[in-house]
């Protein structure tokens, strides 16, 4: 699986309601042979849809699925991540308590925490890993750990329930004007709410992607926190903070 060039052949699909093997091979700079193999690996994980000379964009459970994957999350828009995790660590002062949420970007935070005379609640299955290597107190929710994203959803919100942050940094699967923060569980909109009405302070991570997606659950109006992201949406709510890294 080579995710870059998938990810590549997902945007050039998204902006074409079809497009031939030939022009994807051209436009990725691979050979006809490479690219046919490349779309049968991708057509098997429910991705695309095979045409004669072509392929179209699938958007099927499968699809979703995949887009929800560990690895691929890790690896999509990792520059534009990083820069969101560094402007959110920069809010992290010794003595917070904070929590940090699943996702990619709220793990990318880690390594940028420079005040480490702090405690961290969180859910994030990766980022307890880089918590422990990069010596900050921390605990990780007791419950089950989501196959895909890696996150833990708690058996009891009692854990959650009981406990206060200084601040929050939540991941999102879709910023939306009209249906604000949205994820793709019950699960995870339940956690998220509970941290939302404990924390003094709150950020949601997330890069422009984003903007203008819904998913299956709303979770919190954009107005409840403030957003940090790589470029201004162009939405007009009042009370709407922005951050940009």
Known sequence: MNLDRWNNILAILKQNDFITTVNLAKLLNISEATMRRELNAMQKRGLIIRTQGGARLS???NHVKYKDDLLFRFSTNSDSKQKIA???ASFI???HIIFIDAGSTTAAIVPYITHKDILVVTNNIKAIIELSQHGINSYICNGYVHAGSGAVFPDDMLFLEQRHFDLCFLGTAGISETYG????SAEDAN???TILKNSKTAFVLGDSNKFGVTRYISFAPLEQSTLITNTAPDFTIPDFNVIIA
């Open 86 to 88: 560094k402007k959110a």
């Open 93 to 95: 002062q010794n003595g």
């Open 181 to 184: 923060y949205t994820t793709g």
């Open 59 to 61: 958007e099927t459970e």
């Open 191 to 193: 956690t998220k709410k």
